[in-house]
């Protein structure tokens, strides 16, 4: 695979000319020489270099420091600066931040980034490198799956409200599944992401490093999971074995229904398709059922099963859901096609998160996710108005999810927060107790917890 | 001639030294096992036998506790996969008091994490089970006054509805209830 190639499959900028295919193993020899020269010349030396512009003390890494020199000369491209987790490629420093983006000359920074950006002179005469000057809020970028029309509008409310208060994002369109993701950290593709957190829970690849570098600056509204199936198939177990639309690859919605039916065990046959062709397909017998998430935002929903040959199956609550997803339940009201009058339809909401991509602690992406954090969090109320999606009104920002958050993120919730009392302090140490119980807060629990909740709220008035 | 084999031997150790550095340093390099999964740009029907990419342990932790739910129907007729019975009759709960109250505790301890939103979900659920303290919780989970105090930020109020369920507490006999409502603690 040649270099082009695999810039094209991982998003990076490559800053290296083409070479000859170089076989694998040779590529790592050279990666591991040249890392642990780093790491050899790095131990000799200071490990802290003060940043230019900042002022601020900050972590460089020994292997891009020395690299350099065990690899040949390589200098900083003009307007850049380095990537902090260092990338080699035939045992070459090969990956530079901030050279992808393009952001700089729309926001006509291009001379100010030119000056920040240490010269090939200023690097011959020191081997610290300045990180990112300063955490920019007036250019950032959040990735949402131009699948999903409901995370679309709420990406595009975000970057609205961010606007309004001087900062300059957009939304990029990308794939939100966990390996979407994965691709995305690596690849520095986006600052932020709208990413489906039941499917991020459920991944096996999703190591506690790699959540540490992907934390979540708050849990977002959840939206209830339909199932639409004909009306003769009355028990999700029925779709075991048959062909069941589960969205485009790689979007929120299939793995969003992928974990809710292994959860289940019911192991139906995915057909990845965009939502309009699946319930297309539905309708000519040649799917058995179509999962949608978020189907608020899909007309194509809102005008099918006008016949009535169609129904939405209901989701049973299981407690051991809790930690995910939140009981939800749809009526006529909201699909008038497909559930009739006086119906409830029990299901299940999945959450949405807005995650910091590779933001591990103490990164520099951190200090720029913190920046945005502030500014999302202080201007959250534009994005209760009247033209703003719904759901907004229904995330609470000091949500807990059992996923890192981001250390800023907790920090604002935490001095936003009133001073406890020992009554509030009591009532959540009942919760904590009551939800750390293998299984979760039972029947027996109920009433310790709202005499809690009564004592608490007593004592206030 | 021993100069030579010194020398040799210091070599072989600064190899096994830097070989032991790189190792320890591999891990930075290749940051993420996740990058290398291929990831489908172009949406396409593809049909699978199973679902990819999940954790079939905690999936299967999952299943096993969603099996377990109705442990007396589960292993009885139709095999190791059932138990999860969708029928609108079948929702409804085989044993509704301890249900609701379940509802109610999980409610309740989302509503002290702060997450209100889901907090009122669990507790809707509840009330529409027939527990009246759900009523009264969910009175406070839209009380203005109660989510200030408690701290919830991003979502707001709703002294309406707040005052609604407070009303339909009252109603159930709940004392706390007319407190409440008598303290007219919801701000007009």
């Known amino acids: ?60 890494s020994g292997a891009a420091q020395a ?58 005469q020191s081997a610290a490198v300045a990180a990112p000057a ?40 990308g794939g939100v599944s966990a390996a979407a993701l994965g691709a995305a950290v690596d690849g520095d593709r986006a600052d932020l992401a709208i990413a489906p957190l039941d499917a991020l ?35 999700l177990r029925q779709l075991a074995g048959r062909e069941v639309g589960f ?33 297309n397909d539905l309708a000519a017998g040649r799917l058995a059922a179509v999962v949608a998430v978020d189907g608020r935002c899909a007309p194509a929903l809102a005008q099918f099963g006008a016949d009535r040959r169609f129904h939405e199956l209901a989701v049973r609550w299981a407690p051991a859901m809790r930690s995910v997803y939140a009981p939800a339940r749809l009526t006529a009201k909201d699909r008038p096609n497909l559930i009739d009058e006086a119906e409830n339809i029990d299901t299940v909401a999945a959450p949405r998160a807005l995650i910091a991509l590779d933001a591990a602690p103490g990164s520099p992406r951190a200090q720029t996710a913190a920046a945005l954090t502030k500014s999302f969090f202080e201007s959250f109320d534009r994005l209760l108005a009247p033209d703003r999606d719904g759901a907004w009104r229904n995330v609470s920002l000091a949500a807990e999810a059992p996923w890192p958050r981001l250390r800023a993120a907790q920090e604002w919730i935490d001095a936003a927060r009133p001073a406890s009392d020992s009554s509030l302090d009591a009532f959540r140490a009942a919760a904590r107790s009551a939800a750390s119980a293998d299984g979760g807060p039972a029947a027996q629990d109920s009433d310790r917890l709202y005499d809690s909740l009564m004592q608490w709220r007593g004592a206030g008035q | ?134 009523l009264l919780a969910l009175g406070d989970a839209y009380d203005p006054a109660t989510l200030a105090r408690l701290g919830a930020l991003g979502v707001k109020g709703d002294a309406s509805r707040a005052r609604d369920y407070y009303q339909k507490a009252s109603e159930a006999g709940l004392a706390a209830a007319r407190q409440r409502l008598a303290a007219n603690e919801i701000s007009q």
Not at chain 1, 4 to 18: F, K, L, M, Q, Y
Not at chain 1, 19 to 42: D, E, G, N
């Open chain 1, 247 to 279: 969205g485009p690859a790689d979007s929120a919605d299939a793995t969003s229904a992928a974990t809710l039916f292994s959860a289940f065990g019911v192991a139906a046959r995915p057909a990845y398709e965009p939502l309009a062709d699946a319930l």
């Open chain 1, 1 to 60: 695979m040649t270099i082009t190639e695999r810039r094209r499959r991982s998003g990076r900028r490559i800053v290296a000319a083409d070479q000859p295919p170089i076989p694998l193993t040779v590529r790592k020899a050279f990666a591991c020489l040249a890392a642990s020269a780093a790491i050899a010349a790095a131990a000799t030396t200071a490990s802290f270099a003060q940043t230019a512009a900042t002022g601020a003390p900050q972590p460089t």
């Open chain 1, 134 to 173: 300063q955490p920019r809020l007036n250019a950032f970028t959040l990735l949402a799956d131009p699948n999903d029309a409901c995370a679309g509008r709420l990406a595009r409310d975000f970057v609205a409200a961010l606007q309004a208060g001087g900062a300059d994002g957009k939304v990029v369109a």
């Open chain 1, 67 to 124: 690299a350099p020199a065990a690899s040949g000369a390589i200098q900083t491209p003009p307007g850049m600066v380095r990537y902090p987790h260092p990338i080699f490629d035939k045992g070459r420093l090969v990956l530079w931040h901030g050279a992808w983006r393009d952001r700089l000359k729309s926001t006509g920074q291009n001379q100010s980034a030119k000056a920040q950006a240490p010269s090939p002179k200023d690097q011959g």
């Open chain 2, 1 to 134: 001639m021993p100069m030579i084999l010194l020398k040799s031997v210091a070599g072989l150790f600064a190899g096994v030294a830097v070989g032991a550095l790189s190792l320890a340093y591999w891990p930075q390099i290749q940051p993420a096992a996740v990058a290398a999964r291929p990831t489908v740009e172009q949406p396409q029907r593809v049909a699978q036998s199973a679902p990819v990419g999940l954790d079939k342990a905690a999936l299967d932790k999952l299943a096993l506790a969603l099996r377990g739910a109705k442990p007396d129907a589960a292993e009885t007729a139709e095999g190791p996969t059932r138990g999860l019975t969708l029928t609108p009759t079948d929702v409804s709960f085989s044993g509704p008091s301890d249900e609701a109250r379940q509802f109610r505790a999980q409610g309740l301890v989302a509503l002290a994490y702060g997450d209100v939103a889901a907090a009122r979900a669990f507790l809707e659920r509840a009330a529409d089970a027939g527990d009246a303290r759900a």
């Open chain 1, 201 to 235: 829970l459920a991944d096996p690849q999703a190591s506690a490093k790699w959540r540490e570098r992907a934390p979540f600056i708050a849990k977002l509204s959840g939206e209830p999971i339909e199932i639409i199936a004909a009306r003769d198939v009355a028990d």
